[in-house]
């Protein structure tokens, strides 16, 4: 069986195993266009997200992601069923209580905040073009006005919240970040690829300052659109370097 979709709550969840198990697994919180119904997954659908995982498989790891009700920017709820997927996958697979994660932008909010709630069990994580904090994300999305009052009316609705209630606990929130545990081995990947990248890139270095100050694990890698195909090997080669410790 190479992989098994299955429901938690209202939500499809779907499980890669490969041929030759390693004993370790990965978690995968997706992106805005991330989805998982009864029979398929954009990682299936996506040419690019496809051969990452085909690599993975390759490599011997058990991967496994949630719909996570849609677009969920980092919403508590999704938090909870990102951990609650976890439990299911170490009380019912054969894999080391020690998980890895691949986080894709909107995805990333779900990361930092599990980072909190469940560090001991995170091994590495591997985020690619995060968006590290939905307040800096909101005013770079400003100037769009279409596409900022399709973002809040996505963030209002997942959280639950009025419009202008939300807007307003966004912008009296603390701007953190930089919530990545300084004991969690991070490789942040960031292809270079349409304007918000770019701008996203300034904040990423802003913070690199930051993060080569406190010597934290946390390393950043700038990538060109066209060597996109190289991220499953580094990604790879990063969560080998961190499988020495069981």
Request: proline content about 3%; overall charge positive; aromatic content about 10%.
């Amino acid at each position: 069986m190479e992989n098994r979709n299955f429901k938690l709550d209202t939500e499809w969840n779907m499980i890669h195993y490969p041929k030759k198990p390693k004993g370790f697994g990965v978690l995968i919180l997706g992106d805005e266009r991330h989805f998982v119904d009864e029979k398929s997954s954009f990682w299936i659908q996506n040419e690019g997200k496809f051969a990452i995982i085909n690599k993975l498989r390759d490599e011997g790891y058990t991967i496994f992601y949630s719909n996570l009700y849609g677009k969920n920017w980092g919403s508590e709820k999704a938090v909870h069923l990102a951990k609650r997927l976890y439990e299911y996958m170490i009380r019912t697979e054969i894999i080391n209580s020690k998980i890895h994660i691949i986080a894709e932008g909107m995805g990333s909010l779900v990361a930092i905040k599990l980072l909190s709630e469940m560090e001991e069990k995170i091994r590495s994580l591997v985020l690619i073009n995060p968006i590290l904090s939905l307040k800096h994300h909101l005013e770079q999305e400003k100037e769009r006005k279409f596409f900022y009052k399709k973002l809040i009316n996505e963030i209002s609705f997942s959280y639950g919240k009025e419009t202008k209630q939300m807007v307003e606990l966004i912008s009296q929130s603390i701007d953190a970040p930089t919530n990545l545990k300084p004991d969690i081995p991070t490789k942040i990947i960031h292809v270079l690829a349409g304007n918000r990248a770019y701008k996203q890139s300034n904040l990423l270095k802003q913070l690199s300052v930051q993060w080569e100050t406190e010597e934290a694990p946390i390393n950043i890698c700038y990538m060109l659109p066209e060597k996109k195909q190289q991220i499953g090997q580094q990604v790879i080669k990063f969560f080998n370097a961190h499988e020495k410790i069981l």
